[in-house]
């Protein structure tokens, strides 16, 4: 019976996933589709979180750590990206 959960909780969560991607392709403007993919992240991190307790595994741990810091990061990037036109500022010496 807990797996079925564990199932339906994995559909709903590719359902999610899947809303977040047509907000990807016909967002509005380029915020909305960066919170689509970060949305997106989350929603693939849940999934692995579920997968690993249906597996009673310990092993999936250290993907959802991964994915975790890689979405933080990228969110940061084209955050500040889309803020100044560049993600790394170089200092000028005079």
Request: aromatic share 6%.
């Amino acid at each position: 019976m807990f797996d079925k959960i564990l199932i339906v909780c994995m559909m709903l969560l590719a359902v999610s996933i899947a809303i977040a991607l047509i907000r990807v392709m016909r967002g509005p403007t380029l915020p909305d589709r960066i919170l689509a993919l970060d949305s997106i992240s989350y929603s693939i991190i849940a999934i692995v979180a579920l997968l690993s307790i249906m597996l009673d595994s310990r092993a999936y741990m250290e993907t959802i750590l991964l994915i975790g810091i890689l979405a933080f990061v990228s969110t940061i990037a084209l955050c500040r990206f889309l803020e100044r036109g560049v993600v790394i500022e170089r200092k000028r010496d005079h």
